[in-house]
């Protein structure tokens, strides 16, 4: 018996459908090209890197030197030093800030050391204001652990309150104890700033800062309970990756900001990624990524990446 044409093409409609999503599944939700860089930049061990956006230059960090690179990383000049932690690194205006955790604020850098945070001009570390001082405890300053700003505030991280905000109007300290009911594990406070808005990451999940208030708006998605790492690219994807129990998680997750879901991620980015422990954004949208080296870690050798999404 013959099937009259317009069902034969509903058939075939539905079809084509199912084989379309059924291949979806497995593939990711956006392309991404990976590339390794490690071997552009030696045998010494890579302690860290930065990339400064108005110079359009790198700087990778070993244990007795950096090295500045252009944005095609052309080695352009060496300088020496004693580089063995490099925590916080940030190059900026060909310089290298190193040592304690600093951030990028405007054109100036923000400097975090046990409970206070001073904002410096990196040309004149003369020019500097405090921006915060904690309350002294029995037991020394309260550490402050991450940092970020928008327009209205400066966001800080600490074990005890999740995070707070200090106005840059009157340098009020704003604290938020009500909209953090869950116990987290202290080391996975991140914050970070999409647009103008706080995104604060922590072992359970993501808040956002709405009406005066942190809303939590997901789920954790990696597989452990420490959120290690996060990043916010121009396009509005929070790159998010923790441990799993006390190894790293295979998944670094990808959340895009704007559609508010998750974004499946392919074999080799996962693959790249695990053990990520610093990423930046270079001019044309590319991420650069490092990776530090340890048990079963990228075959425990620090690796750098660039990502290309298309």
Known sequence: MKLPLFKIIAF???????????????????????????????????????????????????????TIYDNSFNSLEERSGTFQFARGTIFIQDQLFHGLPYYRSEDKLVSTRSG????????????????YESDYTGSGFIPLRDFAEN??????????????????????????????????NIEGYVVETFGDQFILGTGTGFYEFVDNRW????????????????????????????LDGQSESDVMDVFDLNTRSFVQTSVDF???????????????????????????????????YRLSIK
Not at 270 to 299: C, F, H, P, Q, Y
Request: hydrophobic share 35%; aromatic share 12%; with cysteine.
């Open 116 to 131: 206070r945070a001073i904002r410096f001009n990196p040309s004149d570390p003369g020019d500097f204001e405090t921006i």
């Open 151 to 184: 327009s209205s505030f400066y966001a800080f991280t600490i074990t005890e309150e999740v995070c707070f905000l200090v106005s840059k109007a009157n340098q009020e300290k704003i604290t938020f104890e009500d909209d953090f009911p869950e116990s987290f």
């Open 270 to 304: 996962n693959k790249a990624m695990r053990g990520v422990s610093r990423i930046v954004e270079d001019e044309n949208g590319d991420l650069i990524a490092m990776t530090a080296g340890g048990d079963n870690v990228n075959e425990d050798v620090t690796k750098i």
């Open 215 to 242: 809303i939590k708006f997901t789920e954790l998605g990696i597989g452990g309970t420490i959120l290690k790492n996060t990043f916010i690219d121009s396009r509005g994807y929070l790159f998010g990756h923790g």
């Open 12 to 66: 075939n409609s539905v079809l084509i459908l199912l084989i379309s999503c059924s291949n979806s599944e497995g593939e990711p939700s956006f392309n991404i090209e990976v590339e390794d860089l490690t071997d552009m930049f030696g045998t010494e061990r890579i302690y860290g890197f930065d990339y400064d956006l108005t110079t359009r230059k790198y700087a990778i960090v070993n244990s007795d030197k950096y």
